[in-house]
């Protein structure tokens, strides 16, 4: 074991910022951290608990926002590596490790003398406290409540036990799926494999057959960066469809099979929901958020289904005729779509993504990003190479505010490799608080683009740069949060309301003002003409249901599972099979995210019942950025100040309901999300 005092996660971080200290931590470090973490944070938790003075908000509820640092700084720096750049090592200490801190904080959760301290402070009310304390209360109040606290020893038992199974099965289904997508690869030998790709998708292909020790091939891999190109440029339909079927089949075979998992997952968030006191696990999961209850999230997504469902029927029609035209009268397939719909998108809109990509530099759209939070919030960005990263292709900026005052830091982490999971995310190594001295961010995003080859730019899709877009929304929500106490910091609000201001950031990309500074040429540095600039924004619209209809039936699919009240022996096949055909799910369409690999829904508790939230949060991001043009101005300052100030600042200060009514200055209006999609049919309304 290694020594406790050269344990550099156990020291302070001599570093710039005290950023973690990635290059002196080796993967034995972290157990004993882990377990010193842990002992320190259980003897913090019994001096609170077993205090004799009577509860007050400084003995109880800040005490505990001061327990579990060293716990969490250690998790923090782990799990943000094992998601990023992890190793067998990390995957190994992963799953003995869940079900301990699930162990844990079962311990904190379900301990009688603490939840007495603090329902004893929730029923004296908020007198004398600040609203923020009040706020962080009742937060505290709700977390003990519907962990089981109060109940009778049996069923607080049965609920420990749950959370600790789960917590493996979450760690076993995500590193099945990252098992998956590291193994398998499609290698282009001969010519005749690469028709129709064009050059950016064989740099792209090139690459990564180098960085499998295949150079001088090409190579497809399961990352979304590198399949879809494939599937939308390649001419071999064969080739298509072997990569389709490899892709959808994440998680389905042998050794990595998740089924199994998800059967038991659902069944044993049923039974901890029951315990709790609710029908199902999708009422437990949605009375704190702010839909309230399964049917209203329903009734948006069944609303927005039935809009996009008849679009996609109509965009199939039009793939099919395209296909036959071209001599293939075979059924329009799943691994065609997309290669049809960019010949229709080229036929349509005289565009196509060879054309737009090389004006979307990397480096220019994430300046893009930096720019438009200069413009909003009067953030700048210095880069800083002397802040330490856990890999050479990672960037650190330190981000100040318009006096000059550090805000924290931002690392960005954009190309995919086999040691990360697929898709795109932000994170945090250190959340914003001031409560005992200020504390300021270390916040990560982390994409999955393809990399290029050396001295050549990287060039995004137009969907590559909502993603990034999208992120830095996210990592903006941690950045600029202003809250004194860490339970209520940055992103930790209702999941149905966190996607709002990263999917209002979105809007940005799509302003003139921003793409005619920063859309230029990779080689010329001229802008991107105003012919191209005009037909790409025609395009916001265009293949939007089949967009629609992908992510609505998973959205459904998470839904329903969860809101089975006795699951029993669930096929997990035939259950998916039985939705899709319930909804009517069009045959050439599949599920944005099949239930083997739906890693947002049953890697960990962070989607689940909830992945329609990203549909919730577009009614608010549809109807939101209608304020900057009210105001005739995408930057108006009076605006992003309000903008500011509720939102991306207020962590979770206020119900989010309250926090978008003080923004907007009234409730949202749900008709922006269907003209937003273009789904409103012609002469119609939403």
């Known amino acids: 074991m290694s020594d406790l005092a050269a344990n550099p996660l156990l020291q302070p971080f001599e570093t710039p910022f005290e950023a973690p200290p990635f290059s002196a931590v080796a ?33 109880t509820i800040a005490a505990l926002e001061r327990s579990g640092r060293t716990l969490s700084r250690v998790a923090d720096i782990f799990f943000n590596l094992t998601s990023a750049e992890t190793s067998d090592a990390l995957e190994a200490i992963e799953r003995d490790i869940a079900p301990v801190l699930a162990r ?77 997508e ?85 069944a044993l968030r049923a039974e901890r929901a029951r315990l709790l006191g609710y029908h199902s696990f999708a009422d437990y999961r949605l009375s704190d958020s702010m839909a309230r209850t399964p049917d209203a999230a329903l009734g948006l997504l069944t609303s927005v289904w039935t809009a996009a469902r008849t679009r996609a029927l109509e965009e199939a029609a039009a793939l099919e ?11 329009l397939a799943p691994w065609d779509w997309r290669y049809y719909a960019e010949k229709r ?113 990287a060039l995004l899709s137009f969907d590559d740069a909502r993603t990034l877009f ?21 992103t930790s609000v209702a999941r149905d309301f966190v996607e709002f201001p990263s999917q209002l950031y979105e ?33 916001r619209n265009f293949n939007q249901g089949f967009a629609t209809v992908e992510y609505t039936a998973s959205a459904l699919f998470d839904l329903d599972i969860h809101r089975l009240a006795e699951p029993g022996a669930l096929d997990v096949t035939e259950f998916e099979k039985a939705e899709l055909d319930r909804i009517g799910m069009p045959e050439a369409i599949v599920l944005r995210h099949r239930p083997p690999h739906f890693q947002h829904v049953f890697a960990g508790d962070g989607y689940s019942s909830a992945y329609y939230s990203y549909l ?33 600042s207020a962590g979770y200060r206020r119900d989010p309901a309250e926090a978008y009514r003080a923004f907007r200055g009234r409730d949202p209006d749900p008709s922006a999300l269907l003209k937003k999609r273009g789904l409103v049919p012609i002469g119609g309304e939403a």
């Not at 951290?33 to 400084?58: L, Q």
């Not at 301290?117 to 977390?143: C, F, I, N, W």
């Not at 060879?354 to 720019?371: G, H, M, N, R, T």
């Not at 990309?509 to 025609?538: C, I, N």
């Open 182 to 266: 590291k193994s398998w690869f499609l290698v282009l030998e001969h010519e005749a494999d690469l028709e129709g790709l064009p050059d950016f998708v064989r740099d792209a292909a090139a690459k990564a057959a180098e960085d499998r020790g295949l150079a001088g091939r090409f190579v497809v891999t399961l990352s979304r960066s590198s399949i879809e190109p494939f599937l939308q440029f390649s001419a071999r339909r064969d080739l298509r469809e072997l990569a389709f079927r490899a892709w959808i089949a994440r998680g389905e075979a042998g050794d990595t099979d998740n089924r199994g998992i998800i059967a038991e997952t659902v």
């Open 345 to 457: 998108r080229k036929a349509e809109f005289d565009l196509d993504e060879s054309a737009v990509k090389p004006y979307l530099q990397l480096e220019k759209i994430i300046a893009a990003a930096f720019d438009t939070a200069t413009k909003l919030f009067g953030l700048a960005f210095t880069p800083r190479p002397d802040v330490p990263v856990y890999h050479p292709d990672v960037r650190a900026w330190e981000v100040t505010d318009a006096e000059g005052r550090h805000v924290g830091l931002f690392l960005g982490d954009y190309f995919a490799r086999p040691s990360k999971r697929s898709g795109a995310w932000m994170s945090g190594y250190r959340s914003q608080e001031r409560f005992d001295g200020e504390v300021r961010p270390i916040i990560v995003n982390v994409m999955n683009f393809s990399k290029p080859s050396d001295g050549e730019p």
């Open 616 to 648: 919730w949060s577009e009614v608010l991001d549809s109807d939101g950025f209608g304020a900057f043009e009210e105001a005739g101005d995408p930057f108006d300052p009076a605006v992003a100040e309000r903008l500011k100030t509720f939102v991306y």
């Open 507 to 539: 809007h940005w990309l799509e302003r003139p003002e921003v793409l005619s500074r920063f859309a230029v040429h990779y080689r010329t540095g001229e802008p991107m003409p105003k012919a191209l600039l005009d037909r790409l924004l025609a395009t």
């Open 321 to 331: 005729e395209i296909a036959r035209d071209e001599g293939d009268n075979a059924p």
């Open 104 to 180: 844990h904080s079962n311990a904190l959760w379900l301990d009688d003398r603490l939840f007495a301290r603090v329902d004893a402070l929730m029923k004296a009310g908020p007198a004398g406290l600040t609203d923020e304390q009040a706020r962080v209360l009742e937060r505290y109040h709700t977390a003990f409540r519907r962990s089981g606290a109060g109940l009778d020893g049996p069923t607080k038992d049965r609920l420990a036990a749950i959370s600790e199974r789960l917590a493996t099965l979450g760690t076993t289904f995500g590193q099945n799926v990252l098992a998956d």
């Open 470 to 490: 999208h992120e830095f929304g996210h990592g903006l929500h941690g950045l600029l949060s202003d809250v004194s106490y860490p339970f209520i910091s940055g």
């Open 27 to 59: 993967p034995e470090h972290y157990r004993p951290a882990f377990d010193a973490g842990i002992a320190a944070h259980r003897a913090e938790i019994e001096t609170i608990a077993a205090d004799p003075a009577p509860p007050t908000f400084e003995n």
